[in-house]
């Protein structure tokens, strides 16, 4: 029978194949293609070829006395961890496969761990034996160290490109940390007041005004944008007067005679002279003008300056340029904060003393005892604090529509003039709207302002924001 001749690397390459479906080496320096005959008497036959030189291995049952070489010595011992590392991962593969049915998770990982660390270890011997052939020379084997080190590196490679985007992403989330970092310190210019940290749960009214929201952030203040605050106004407005009307009421509060009050108030204050107490001129289910007449009153009083006069700051008129640059960046930051989380954080900043001012002078002591039983809110208030109560936090949304309204007006060059529909003054559609709606939405003639609900605005562009009023008959003042 005729001799089949092979090498060892030629060896491993079959079993390999077999096991693993993917060659471990490549067969060098062969005299002849190996048969497919696999006998028992043509195996113990074999005879091997290295690098050109015939050296007879004797069969297991002979030539014992034969002294192998120790490139043999080796070879074998490295097929051998083959052969073993190959029957590891089969049984480790198995498990695997058993722990699909029925479904164990637990057995699943430590199959599939034990299958990797296997397949490591062939790895491993596949450089062992690579390393080898690359010690016989050769210009081939160049080659194959090229390969073996592409693909020893090339896990690193992918490890080093994951940790590239893991920074990237760091870097992105670093940078939005220092923008909103930024935003809190920009809002809290000015003011030099103490940090403090509120432990109460927030509050459940998430009732919120979507300020500004519909415009895109643009570089440089627009009319849009005012006119976009004086629709998160309009609204935040609307909501905390009705939240403080429902309380009244379960109060047991005299609406009539605190429409009266409002009435005598709005009187006095637009025509300087006293008034006396007659009939109300409000309709039923009207007395919700009446007091969002009296809380728009209070909030925009100190409208006309920079500070709302909280303090004597001339900044608009020294330099008026950064001063507009810092409102519209203010409003920009601002806009889409939560005024509560943002008081948590910097409870005195300028926005955290509008916001007491203003808290002071629409709810007196009285009225807050009256709907409450206690002035704890108000406690808080004067200490430096914002209670996380949901009439407070109703009272926040209307007090940051009018705060961002503000920035935009003194980032707006010229500003806008404000105005307001007097009481007795005929009604002009060009400048005021009408809170009550009239059968087909026009004022009938002979009506005049009852009293004012919200001021009106003019911009430099020359476009009206409309002031809102109640109207009556003139017959009826």
């Known amino acids: 029978m005729a001799n089949k001749v092979t090498n060892f690397s030629d060896l491993i390459q079959r079993v390999t194949s077999s096991c693993l479906l993917h060659p471990i080496g490549t067969p060098r320096h062969y005299t002849n293609d190996v048969t497919d005959d696999d006998s028992d008497s043509d195996t113990k036959s074999e005879k091997f070829y290295d690098d050109g030189e015939l050296d007879d291995v004797a069969p297991e049952e002979g030539r014992t006395g034969v002294c192998k070489s120790e490139r043999e010595t080796e070879m074998e011992t490295l097929l051998s961890e083959v052969f073993e590392t190959v029957s590891f991962m089969k049984k480790a593969y198995v498990s695997l496969q058993q722990a699909h049915c029925p479904w164990d998770p637990d057995k699943m990982r430590s199959a599939d761990v034990a299958v990797v660390a296997e397949m490591k270890k062939l790895g491993v011997l596949r450089e062992r034996f690579r390393r080898r052939v690359l010690r016989g020379g050769g210009g081939g084997e160049r080659v194959v160290a090229g390969v073996a080190v592409r693909e020893v590196v090339a896990p690193y490679e992918a490890a080093m490109e994951k940790m590239k985007v893991e920074v990237r992403n760091k870097e992105k ?223 926040l949304v209307l007090a940051k529509a009018v705060w961002l309204l503000h920035l935009v007006a003194f980032s707006l060059d010229p500003p806008p003039t404000h105005f307001e529909g007097s009481r007795g003054a005929e009604f002009d559609s060009r400048y005021m709207e009408s809170v009550v709606r009239f059968p087909g939405g026009r004022v009938a003639a002979g009506h005049v302002v009852g009293f004012p609900v919200s001021p009106g605005f003019k911009l430099g562009d020359g476009s009206v924001v409309k002031a809102r009023v109640y109207v009556v008959p003139r017959s009826e003042l």
């Not at 006309?304 to 640059?325: A, K, W």
């Not at 203003?358 to 005892?369: C, F, L, R």
């Open 173 to 395: 989330e670093i940078e939005n940390l220092k923008e909103k970092l930024k935003s809190v310190a920009v809002v809290s210019s000015g003011s030099g007041g103490r940090k403090s940290r509120s432990h109460s749960h927030h509050h459940q009214s998430k009732k919120k005004v979507n300020y500004s929201s519909q415009l895109p952030v643009s570089p440089s203040p627009m009319p849009e944008h005012f006119e976009s605050c004086i629709s998160s106004v309009k609204e935040g407005s609307k909501s905390f007067t009705s939240l403080l009307l429902s309380l009244m009421k379960s109060a047991h509060w005299d609406i009539a005679a605190t429409v009266r009050s409002i009435e005598a108030s709005t009187a006095t204050t637009t025509t300087s002279t006293p008034t006396a107490t007659t009939d109300s001129i409000v309709g039923p289910n009207h007395a919700k003008y009446a007091l969002e007449s009296y809380v728009n009153r209070k909030i925009f009083q100190g409208f006309d300056h920079e500070t709302f006069y909280m303090d004597g700051s001339l900044s608009s008129l020294l330099n008026p340029d950064q001063f507009r640059t810092e409102c519209f960046t203010q409003y920009r930051d601002m806009k889409a904060m939560d005024p509560i989380e943002l008081l948590g954080v910097l409870p005195t900043c300028q926005f955290g003393k509008f916001c007491s001012k203003k808290y002071i002078s629409i709810v007196h002591p009285k009225m807050e005892e009256s709907l409450f039983g206690d002035l704890e809110q108000r406690r808080q208030v004067l200490a430096g604090n914002h209670p996380r109560t949901r009439f407070y936090g109703e009272f």
